[in-house]
C-alpha cells in the first residue's frame, strides 16, 4: 500500500513538472495582455493549491498519520532540522508553516478519531486554492484577536465571513473585516490574562548592515507600566545616550527616542543587577569577542579621526557591536569581554578536573565558534552547548581546545553517534554525516566567505580575466568571419 501510495504521487508530481517544462518553452510574446492576465490568474490559483499541498504535509510531519517511526529517514532524524536542511528555508518559517498546518489540517483523538480542522473553513478554501499566503495571515490574526469567552458558534461564523470575503477580496481588506468582527463581538473590550498571554510577544528583525534592528510586537498591562515609569525617568534633559545622568537644557531626542533609551537603560540595569541568574554557565550578561590589534585601533581612532575604526566585535547572539559601542559600555558595565591575539585563541587548559566547561572556556568558544559548528546551522552561541572532543566518556579533556559549540538537536545527534566531528589542523570542529566529507561551519563567519572578493589584487585578477575572455571572444568573431 505505502509504495502505491508513494508511486502515485511521485507520478503527480511529475506531471506537474513536465506540465511546467511545457509552459516555460511556450512563446508568449504574441499572445495579448488580456489572455497574460488569465494566465498571470491562473498561475496564482495553482500558487495556492501548491502552498495548500505543501501545509497538508507538513501536517502530517507534524502528526503522522502512520506513526512516528520512519526506517528511510537518517536515524535520530530531527524533522524540523531536516526541513531547515531540504527546504533551504529558516527555522523560523519552518516554525510558521507548522503552526498554520495544525490549525488547517484535519486533527485526531488519542483514539485516533479524526476531527475537523480548528479553522474548517480556512482549511477549504486554502486547499481549493482560493486564498493566498496573506488572506491565511490575515484570517488567523482576526481569529486569534476574538476573546476566548466568546462562544465558538460565533466563532466559526466569524471565520465563515472572514474566509467569505478572503475569496473575493485582498488581505487588507480581510484584515479590515477581522477588526470589525472583533469590535462587535467584544464592545466593551473585555479580555482575560489567557487573551493577553496569546496577544503578548515581541519579535526583533534581522540586524541591518548599519547595526539597527526593528522590533515589533504587543506588551501587557504589566509590561507597559514598566516601560511608562522608565520613560518618565528619562524625561527631556535626563539619561542622554551618552551616559551622562546630569539634567541639560537642550535635548534633540524624539519622543520614540527617549523611549528607546529608556528601554536601553532598564536592560543595561536588569543585567547589571544580575537579578535574571545564570544561562548556560554563565551569569546573564553582554558577551562580546574581538582581537587585540583591532581594540587596540578602535581605542585610537576614538579620540583621532584619521585612524579608521575597525569591524564590529560580535556578540553571542551573533549580531554586530560596533567597537565605539563596545568601549563605551566596557567603561561602565560588567561585562565579558574576550579579547585574543589576531587569528589566534588562547586555551586555557582544566585537563579533567570537571566535566562542566568553565566560563572562560565558553568565552573562548563563543570568539572562535560564534554558534553551532554544524556546518550551515545559524544558531548563535546563546542558544548553544559545550561538546567535547574527543567525546568526555571516551577519555576528552575539558581543554578550551577540546570543547566547541552545538546546538541542542545538532549536539543531541552527535552524542548518539548519528553524526561525526573531528577537529581539523586550523581548531576548527569539522562534521560529516557519514556520507560526504568533514566540512566546517562558515555561517558565522561570512568574513571568510568573502575573504579577498573586493580586495585590490582580486579587482585585478577579475580584469584580467575579463581582458581574457574579450580576446577569445575577439578570436571566436575572427574565426567566425573567416568561415564565413
Avoid at 502505491?4 to 508568449?28: F, H, K, N, P, V
Wanted: one cysteine or more; charged letters at 30%; proline letters at 6%.
Amino acid at each position: 500500500m505505502t509504495g502505491t501510495q508513494q508511486d502515485e504521487i511521485r507520478a503527480a508530481l511529475d506531471a506537474i513538472d513536465a506540465g511546467y517544462a511545457r509552459l516555460r518553452a511556450a512563446c508568449s510574446d504574441t499572445v495579448g495582455n488580456a489572455f497574460r492576465v488569465n494566465v498571470a490568474e491562473r498561475l496564482e490559483t495553482q500558487c495556492r493549491i501548491n502552498r495548500g499541498q505543501m501545509y497538508r504535509f507538513f501536517g502530517e510531519l507534524a502528526e503522522p498519520p502512520d506513526g512516528p517511526d520512519d526506517p528511510a529517514l537518517p536515524p535520530g532524524a530531527v524533522i524540523s532540522k531536516l526541513l531547515w536542511q531540504r527546504l533551504r528555508i529558516t527555522a523560523g518559517d519552518v516554525k510558521d508553516r507548522m503552526k498554520t498546518a495544525v490549525r488547517i489540517r484535519p486533527r485526531h483523538t488519542l483514539t485516533g478519531q479524526e476531527l475537523e480542522p480548528e479553522l474548517a473553513h480556512l482549511a477549504a478554501a486554502v486547499e481549493s486554492g482560493q486564498v493566498g499566503q496573506d488572506h491565511i495571515k490575515a484570517v488567523c490574526e482576526a481569529m486569534d484577536a476574538i476573546p476566548a469567552a466568546v462562544p465558538e458558534h460565533r466563532k466559526e461564523c466569524a471565520e465563515r465571513e472572514l474566509v467569505r470575503h478572503a475569496k473575493g477580496q485582498d488581505s487588507k481588506f480581510v484584515v479590515i473585516v477581522g477588526r470589525e468582527i472583533a469590535e462587535q463581538l467584544n464592545p466593551d473590550g473585555d479580555f482575560d490574562e489567557k487573551d493577553r498571554a496569546q496577544m503578548s510577544g515581541i519579535k526583533m528583525g534581522p540586524q541591518r548592515a548599519d547595526g539597527m534592528t526593528r522590533i515589533t510586537g504587543w506588551v501587557d498591562p504589566e509590561n507597559r507600566a514598566y516601560l511608562e515609569a522608565a520613560e518618565a525617568a528619562v524625561r527631556p534633559g535626563r539619561h542622554l545616550p551618552d551616559g551622562s545622568v546630569e539634567e541639560v537644557e537642550l535635548d534633540a531626542r524624539s519622543a520614540p527616542q527617549r523611549l528607546h533609551d529608556a528601554l536601553k537603560l532598564g536592560l543595561k540595569a536588569g543585567i547589571a543587577s544580575g537579578v535574571f541568574g545564570q544561562h548556560r554557565g554563565l551569569p546573564v550578561t553582554v558577551i562580546v569577542t574581538t582581537t587585540l590589534s583591532e581594540l587596540n585601533q578602535a581605542a585610537h581612532a576614538v579620540n583621532d579621526k584619521s585612524i579608521p575604526m575597525p569591524p564590529p566585535a560580535r556578540t553571542g547572539g551573533g549580531s554586530a557591536l560596533p567597537m565605539r559601542d563596545l568601549i563605551r559600555m566596557a567603561a561602565d558595565s560588567i561585562h565579558y569581554l574576550a579579547v585574543f591575539e589576531d587569528h589566534t585563541n588562547r586555551p586555557l587548559y582544566l585537563g579533567r578536573t570537571k566535566r562542566i566547561a568553565s566560563a572562560d572556556q565558553r568565552i573562548i568558544c563563543y570568539a572562535r565558534d560564534r554558534g553551532c559548528t554544524r556546518p550551515n546551522c545559524t544558531e548563535p552561541g546563546y542558544h548553544c552547548e559545550v561538546h567535547h572532543d574527543p567525546p568526555w566518556n571516551m577519555g576528552g579533556r575539558t581543554d578550551a581546545d577540546c570543547l566547541f559549540f552545538g546546538c541542542g538537536p545538532d549536539h543531541a545527534m552527535l552524542s548518539k553517534g548519528l553524526l561525526e566531528a573531528k577537529v581539523t589542523d586550523t581548531g576548527r570542529l569539522a562534521w560529516s554525516d557519514g556520507t560526504g566529507p568533514f566540512e566546517i561551519n562558515l555561517a558565522h563567519h561570512p568574513e571568510e566567505l568573502l575573504a579577498g572578493l573586493f580586495d585590490d589584487q582580486a579587482d585585478e585578477r577579475a580584469d584580467e580575466h575579463l581582458d581574457d575572455r574579450g580576446d577569445e571572444r575577439d578570436g571566436e568573431h575572427g574565426r567566425r568571419d573567416d568561415a564565413l
